[in-house]
C-alpha cells in the first residue's frame, strides 16, 4: 500500500472539493490503485493553517467550514507558519498548490512551487499563472530535485489535455492548436446569441456560479491568454508568457454583432490560438465567427473544446461540457495516480 502525504496550499472550493473526493474515493482508491492518501497540513489565506503529521480530519475541517471565519483556537492542529514554513518544514510527499491566480506575476504560487520543488516535494498545481510564466524553468528545476511537477488541472479542468499527449501520443509533435478554453466568456456569447444584452448574459453567469465577481481577466481575454501560453510553453516546448499573446476580449460585442453572424450561418467564439511558422510561434485570443461545421463552434454554454494540430495524427479535438468544481478536483487526483503509477 503507497501512502503519500499531502500538504495543501490554499483551500477554496477546489481544495474543498478535493478533501470530499478523497474521502468519498477512500476505499476505492485502496482497493483499485493500492493507495492511500493523508493530508499533513493546510494553509488558506483567511482561515489560518493546519499541521498535524499523523493527518488532518478533513470531514472535521469540512463540517465546520461554513460556520467560521478561522480555523478554530481548539483544534490541535492550529498553525502559525506561513505557507512557505509550511512546504519546507512539514512532512509531506506532495505539495498541492491551490492559490488563487496572479497572471500578471504568477505570485505567490510560483514561489510556493519553487519552494516546494527546491524541498524535495513533488509538486501539483492548479494554478496555470506559473505555468504560463516559467514553465521551462520549474521543469528544469523539477528535473533537477528528481521530483515531478503535474498540471492537469491548469487547462480545462480534469480533461486530460497534458496526459494525452505525453502518455497517449508518443512521437507526435504539436504544430500549433486551436480552442475555446474560457467558460465565462463562452457562456455570455451564447446567451447574448438567444438575444440577451452582454450586462444580461454577465448577470446570469454570476447568478450561476460561472463568473467571478470580478470577471475581467476572462472578459478581456486576460485567463485564455495565459492558457494559450500554458499550452504553448508545455506542448510546443516554447517559453512565451500572457502578454506575448495577441489578445482581445469580448467587451466590444454587443447582440448585433451576433445577430449579424448568425445570419452569415456562424457562430461567434472566443478563439485561443497558436502555430508554428518559420518566423517563431504565433499565438491570438479574439472573439472570431466561426462557421457552424466547425468543431469549436459547437462548444456550448460553460464547455470547453481543443483541437490539436500534430504532424502524424492530424487535427485531434478534445470536448469538455459543462464542468464543476468536481472536474477541477479530480484534475488533481488525476495528477496524483499519475504519481502513484510512475513514482512509487
Known amino acids: 500500500m503507497i501512502h ?12 474543498q472539493a478535493l478533501a470530499r473526493l478523497l474521502l468519498n474515493q477512500k476505499e476505492s482508491l485502496a482497493r483499485r490503485h493500492r493507495c492511500r492518501f493523508s493530508v499533513t497540513a ?3 489565506r483567511s482561515r489560518g493553517g493546519l499541521v498535524d503529521a499523523d493527518g488532518i480530519d478533513l ?7 461554513r460556520s467560521r471565519n478561522r480555523f478554530s483556537t481548539q483544534d490541535n492542529s492550529l498553525s502559525s507558519l506561513t505557507p512557505t514554513e509550511m512546504i ?15 497572471i500578471s506575476t504568477g505570485e505567490p504560487a510560483l514561489t ?3 519552494t516546494a520543488l527546491s524541498a524535495g516535494r513533488h509538486v501539483i498545481t492548479l494554478n496555470k499563472g506559473p505555468i504560463a510564466r516559467a514553465y521551462r524553468k ?26 494525452l499527449v505525453r502518455e497517449t501520443l508518443p512521437g507526435c509533435r504539436i504544430l500549433g492548436f486551436r480552442g475555446v478554453l474560457n467558460s465565462t466568456t463562452n457562456f455570455i456569447l451564447c446567451e447574448m446569441e438567444q438575444g440577451k444584452s452582454f450586462s444580461e448574459a454577465l448577470a446570469e453567469a454570476r447568478r450561476m456560479g460561472i463568473a467571478e465577481a470580478d470577471p475581467d481577466q476572462d472578459l478581456d481575454g ?3 491568454a495565459a492558457k494559450t501560453a500554458a499550452l504553448i510553453n508545455v506542448l510546443m516546448d516554447s517559453s512565451t508568457t500572457p502578454e506575448k499573446v495577441d489578445r482581445e476580449g469580448i467587451r466590444r460585442l454587443d447582440t448585433e454583432d451576433l445577430e449579424k453572424a448568425g445570419r452569415e450561418g456562424k457562430t461567434v467564439k472566443l478563439v485561443c490560438e497558436a502555430r508554428r511558422t518559420d518566423d517563431g510561434i504565433q499565438a491570438r485570443v479574439a472573439p472570431v465567427p466561426l462557421v457552424l461545421s466547425d468543431p469549436l463552434a459547437r462548444t456550448e454554454g460553460a464547455s470547453s473544446t481543443l483541437t490539436l494540430f500534430t504532424d502524424l495524427m492530424g487535427p485531434v479535438t478534445l470536448t469538455e461540457e459543462n464542468p464543476g468544481i468536481s472536474q477541477t478536483a479530480y484534475a488533481v487526483l488525476s495528477d496524483l495516480l499519475t504519481l502513484v503509477r510512475h513514482i512509487y
Open 222 to 224: 486576460w485567463d485564455a
Open 42 to 44: 493546510v494553509a488558506t
Open 138 to 163: 520549474l521543469r528544469d528545476l523539477a528535473e533537477s530535485s528528481g521530483k515531478r511537477l503535474l498540471f492537469e488541472g491548469t487547462v480545462m479542468d480534469g480533461f486530460p489535455v497534458f496526459n
Open 88 to 102: 519546507r518544514t512539514v512532512p509531506a510527499d506532495v505539495v498541492v498548490e491551490m492559490t488563487p491566480l496572479n
Open 112 to 114: 510556493h512551487i519553487q
Open 4 to 15: 503519500l502525504r499531502l500538504c495543501f496550499i490554499g483551500f477554496g472550493h477546489a481544495g
Open 59 to 65: 470531514e472535521r475541517v469540512l463540517e465546520n467550514i
